[in-house]
């Protein structure tokens, strides 16, 4: 549903990110008979992306984006200006760093891909084995597990399920798109200027602050309760199939 707050329909059961969200749905009219904050199930899924062991002693960032479309929160500009913004980025830094990068629905929207993806600085990237693209098939979470630090579009899920993971990640918007938003005060969770996308980079290393930051986040945030895993979700997909 484009807009369930509109739709008047009863659900028997929700699953909601974050506890905010639960609570605008609540005050919008919206019941369910069962609600389940899923935020900090990812923390349980334990499988890693098997990476090349010539990065084995690289510092890793996993990049995930959006959907891209007419009907999507990010346009093409947004893509092209996130992605553009980071390869800017990922040539300034040095090569203890590998960023690999899921891009979401790429098939579906290779053309406009293609002209954010076909440019000298990309090949050059790759090239230099600064960055890696990763089939789309692969798990969001597998790329995770294997990371150092993620991240994100604002406000695609892979950022929260690091931070469940008690993984460092945030959301970069370059494109300002989600300017004032509610996390924007939330010590730079979400940020849009590469200066302090350089300042959480060089953070990732400091193993002591860098874990109290993600501690921190997590309880401003609500991902530090309910750690019930995963698989509650596919268990009751699977209920539901069997049924």
């Not at 329909?9 to 609570?23: A, E, G, T, V």
């Not at 093409?76 to 800017?88: A, D, P, R």
Request: contains cysteine.
């Amino acid at each position: 549903l484009i807009s369930p707050q509109q739709s008047f329909i009863d659900f028997s059961k929700r699953y909601y990110l974050l506890p905010n969200q639960y609570q605008s749905f609540k005050n919008s009219g919206i019941s369910s008979n069962e609600n389940i904050l899923i935020g900090p199930l990812f923390q349980n899924y334990k499988k890693k992306y098997n990476l090349n062991k010539a990065f084995k002693n690289k510092i890793i960032i996993s990049i995930f984006s959006s959907t891209l479309g007419e009907n999507s929160v990010h346009s093409y500009n947004s893509h092209k200006c996130f992605f553009l913004n980071l390869f800017q980025f990922m040539k300034d830094v040095d090569n203890n760093y590998l960023f690999i990068i899921k891009i979401k629905n790429f098939k579906k929207d290779i053309n406009k891909h293609n002209k954010i993806f076909k440019n000298k600085l990309c090949n050059y990237l790759i090239r230099n084995k600064k960055m890696i693209l990763i089939k789309e098939e692969v798990e969001s979470q597998e790329l995770i597990n294997c990371s150092n630090a993620v991240i994100s579009m604002a406000f695609t899920s892979p950022t929260f399920e690091a931070l469940a993971s008690n993984k460092p990640a945030i959301f970069f918007d370059p494109y300002k798109l989600a300017k004032n938003n509610y996390l924007e005060g939330l010590n730079d969770l979400y940020i849009n200027d590469k200066q302090k996308l350089n300042l959480f980079i060089e953070s990732i290393v400091k193993e002591k602050e860098i874990s109290s930051w993600i501690k921190n986040i997590r309880k401003e945030i609500g991902l530090e309760k309910a750690n019930l895993g995963i698989e509650k979700i596919k268990n009751d997909l699977k209920g539901f199939y069997d049924y």
